[in-house]
């Protein structure tokens, strides 16, 4: 059974400081990694991909994966109220036809 | 370029009752998913097109849901009788192909009363 575990939060931090959010998986196989925003009453929003280890940087947001260890987590810097949301890690093995795994999510607020 | 499109966005229905959602992919993508998504939780994927062809359904429930993806482009699911616990948020999602990143459609939210 492939497992995607995330804390469910929320996970409170003031407006500017950085949001850590953690994500561990069971599957050595997961090849590709995903984190999704989904504001409440919305669908998920693509705003992370990493396939590699290390670190990927995209404007505020940092996306680091270690294999080795199965993690993966999304950084947030300068956190603003709009970031309030909860994100989604999902992982998939990215051979043939394979599925995205999702977790349930975080929930994050950035207070004012 | 056009996002995923679905309808209803919203449906409400007595249990044993039948519904069907529709949802139409990013042009060009071969990938097609439907997601079942439960408050508080992360979605659960129900079933994988690839083209017109089912690839995974092994968590559809096969008694009272279908699906299908006639010309491998829109694509409808149907629950047949609904039960309370169906209710949640019905997501379609699009790829290129199945190793490529998803993107998500609006989503319809289903009552069951």
């Known amino acids: 059974q492939k497992e995607v575990e995330q804390n469910s939060g929320p996970l409170s931090v003031p407006e500017g400081a950085i949001a850590s959010l953690n994500c561990t998986y069971s599957?050595?196989?997961?090849?590709?990694f995903f984190w999704y925003r989904q504001y409440s009453g919305k669908s998920p929003e693509l705003i992370m991909s990493?396939?590699?280890?290390g670190d990927k940087e995209d404007g505020r947001f940092t996306a680091q994966l270690n294999k080795a260890s199965q993690y993966v987590s999304l950084l947030i810097r300068d956190s603003q109220p709009s970031d309030s949301a909860t994100y989604l890690c999902?992982?998939?093995?990215?051979?043939?036809?394979?599925?995205?795994?999702f977790g349930k999510g975080t929930m994050l607020l950035v207070s004012p | 370029e056009a996002g995923v499109a679905q309808s209803p966005r919203y449906k409400i229905i007595e249990k044993r009752q039948s519904v069907a959602f529709w949802c139409n992919p990013i042009?060009?993508?071969?990938?097609l998913y439907w997601y079942q998504q439960i408050l508080g939780q992360g979605p659960k994927l129900l079933i994988q097109?690839?083209?017109?062809?089912?690839?995974?359904d092994s968590q559809l429930p096969k008694d009272r849901f279908s699906a299908e993806r006639l010309k491998g482009v829109d694509s409808t699911l149907k629950i047949q009788p609904a039960k309370l616990e169906d209710s949640a948020v019905y997501l379609c999602?699009?790829?290129?192909?199945?190793?490529?990143?998803?993107?998500f459609g609006p989503g319809t939210r289903l009552t069951v009363t």
């Open positions: 999602a699009s790829s290129v192909s199945s190793i490529h990143e998803q993107y």
């Open positions: 599957d050595r196989g997961s090849q590709s």
């Open positions: 990493i396939y590699s280890n």
């Open positions: 999902a992982v998939t093995r990215n051979s043939g036809y394979s599925t995205l795994t």
């Open positions: 042009s060009g993508h071969a990938t």
């Open positions: 097109f690839q083209n017109n062809g089912v690839v995974d």
